[in-house]
Nanobody, 117 residues
Framework: QVTLVESGGGLVQPGGSLRLSCAAS????????MGWYRQAPGKQRELVAR???????NYSDSVKGRSTISRDNAKRTVYLQMNSLKPEDTAVYYC???????????WGQGTQVTVSS
């Protein structure tokens, strides 16, 4: 059974920071591109950042320069460090695992991030 469990969300003031974590089980973690997506109310889910098995990273323009994605293959965990948070970063953040050699993809249950004073 594959599970992706996100943690680290919460309420933070504008300008603050959060670190999201996603712990994976049931997959060969090192063979997956890991990503963070978010979905705000009334909007489509969008890519925030992703990191390949080789460590290559991509960021959306909306978070570039403010966020860092990283992975620890030994812990089967991917992280998203978010700084200088803005109210428009408010969303449910989802962890995604995409198998690099096939079509398998998995999603976590999501963690709420709310940026508000």
């Amino acid at each position: 059974q594959v599970t992706l469990v996100e943690s680290g969300g919460g309420l933070v003031q504008p300008g603050g920071s959060l670190r999201l974590s996603c712990a994976a089980s049931g997959i060969t973690f090192s063979l997956y591109t890991m990503g963070w997506y978010r979905q705000a109310p009334g909007k489509q889910r969008e890519l925030v950042a992703r990191i390949s098995s080789g460590g290559g990273t991509n960021y959306s323009d909306s978070v570039k320069g403010r966020s860092t994605i990283s992975r620890d293959n030994a812990k089967r965990t991917v992280y998203l460090q978010m700084n200088s948070l803005k109210p428009e970063d408010t969303a449910v953040y989802y962890c995604n695992a995409r198998f690099e050699k096939g079509a398998l993809t998995y999603w976590g249950q999501g963690t709420q991030v709310t940026v508000s004073s």
